[in-house]
């Protein structure tokens, strides 16, 4: 089969590969739509992210979307001939973090295009059935959009979201739009956002935000709270991956309130106003992927809760892949989601 296959830091060709054998309880799924995502593009230009280095040959690719073309003999959720949204990890479903719903964390996930497993810029991949689900009239692009907005759906969930709470998200990439249409979907009042790119502020306000700032305003923390009674956001999600954020979000948020992490900043440890923390008893809670969210954001979008199509701006078909990440890492303008298409 034809893959899109990294060979090196910026070095991603076209090659032919073998078609992956199918255990009893996977499906061969032909791959129709990949979305670039953030983690690639960081293995693409870095090769490696903390603990996790690719060893070329390597595929990335991890939000996908396709049609099952066969299926092991254990296999009955899925038939040939569905369409199909692919949840990228697959965990061991024994240990304790699987037993209890957590199943992002648990230590023996096979997540796609996270080293040494390899991800979907291929053909095919065999993925285990039941992390399938069917599409059921939404479309491939659409079903490849379940994963980032399952990062949005795990944050509404980890930040204890409740009716009519305010809610500040630094940075409205692609996750950041996500939780922004997640948040609004599960029932936040007014939803503030930040972006350093004029272009995705103006995206966020026509996908539901109630204002957008420019994140290099040193006037912001003072703004939110005149917007906020003088309180702050009851939630402040940080997804810009900046640590000049991070650090502001504990300064930022209300007393009591909840400071939600995404974005990995480029240094693990930063300086953070612990005082502040400890004074306003400030949970602060990580999102690490998500659990049990396929489902929800398939149905969120087929009702049209949410908006992910409009966050796809650029297609390439999977000879041109390595155009597809050039072109996302250089951050070209107006490039939200970029999505590999086969066949
Ligand atoms: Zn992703
Ligand atoms: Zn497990």
Known sequence: MKAAV??????????????????????????????????????????????????PPFLLGHECAGEVVEVGAAVRNVKPGDLVAVEPGVPCRRCRFCREGRYNLCPDVVFLATPPVDGAFAEYIAHAADFLFPLDGVS????????????????????????????????V?????CALQAFRAGGAGAVYVSDLDADRCRRAVALGATQAFDASDSEL????????????????????????ATAQSVEMVRAGGVVVLIGLSPAAIIPIDTIAIIDKEIDIRGVFRYANTYPAALSMIRRGAVDVKSMITAEYPLDRAKQALDDVAARKPGVIKAMVVNG
Request: hydrophobic share 40%; glycine share 14%; aromatic share 4%.
């Open 6 to 55: 990294m060979r090196g830091i910026r070095d991603v060709r076209i090659e032919d590969i073998p078609v992956p054998p199918l255990l009893d309880d996977e499906a061969l799924v032909r791959i129709r739509s990949v979305g670039v995502c953030g983690s690639d593009i960081h293995y693409y230009t870095h090769g490696k992210i903390g603990r996790y280095v690719v060893q």
């Open 140 to 171: 491939l692009h659409e079903g490849a959009m379940c994963e980032p907005l399952s990062t949005g759906l795990q944050a509404v969930r980890r930040s204890g979201l409740r009716m009519g709470d305010t809610v500040f998200i630094a940075g």
């Open 173 to 177: 990439g692609p996750i950041g739009l």
């Open 221 to 244: 923390a003072a703004k939110l709270r005149e917007l906020t009674h003088g309180l702050g956001p009851d939630i402040v999600v940080e997804t810009a991956g900046s640590e000049k």
